[in-house]
């Protein structure tokens, strides 16, 4: 469905924990670049903003390829808006005062409602290519960083609550069924 907003995409549908096998396994690396990888760009773009997110994993809308977009406030309040193509996650070291990592909440739009603290890096780097296949770096603090983080797991098929203890994993997944 095509949303008024920031996003010149389509909004598709959010696949949900245990829907669909795609959200637990690794995506596959992205080989084709061009027109049809700007437009699932866009799309995920848009289903993101639709669902009131900050960040969008290709496999969240059935996709399986290692795209992502993100949308989400850095430690600074400054919006970190982009998309990275078969990205590779590093964990800088802090810089100065800063914390090496953060407990804060966290959650996600394949897992609707519950939120539970996890610890995350409070500084992370993401390197790939973008939609043309030219090379991309975003590197963020705080929530932004917690985003890149979250949103590379899931290409890797883990969803953040599958970081969590098991009682407390089927608890909150109770909860989004509810």
Do not use: K, W
């Not at 610890?119 to 993401?126: E, G, Q, Y």
Request: aromatic share 6%; with cysteine.
């Amino acid at each position: 469905m095509r949303l008024p907003g920031r996003y010149d995409g389509v909004a598709r549908p959010i696949v949900t924990y245990g829907s669909d096998p795609v959200l637990h396994r690794p995506c596959a690396p992205v080989t084709e670049f061009g027109r049809d990888l700007r437009r699932l760009v866009l799309d995920m773009f848009a289903s993101m903003e639709a669902a009131d997110g900050v960040g969008l994993a290709a496999n969240q809308i059935g996709v399986d390829a290692r795209v992502f977009v993100i949308d989400c406030p850095d430690a600074d309040g400054e919006d970190v808006v982009g998309y990275v193509v078969n990205p590779v996650l590093t964990i800088p070291e802090p810089v100065g005062d800063d914390p090496a990592e953060e407990v804060t909440e966290e959650g996600c739009l394949s897992v609707p409602g519950p939120y539970a603290e996890l610890p995350r890096a409070f500084r992370a780097r993401v390197d790939g290519v973008d939609a043309d296949g030219s090379p991309v770096t975003i590197e963020a603090t705080g929530m932004a960083a917690r985003c890149l983080q979250h949103e590379v797991d899931h290409l890797d098929g883990t969803v953040y609550v599958d970081r969590l203890p098991e009682d407390l994993r089927e608890r909150l997944l109770a909860e989004s069924r509810s």
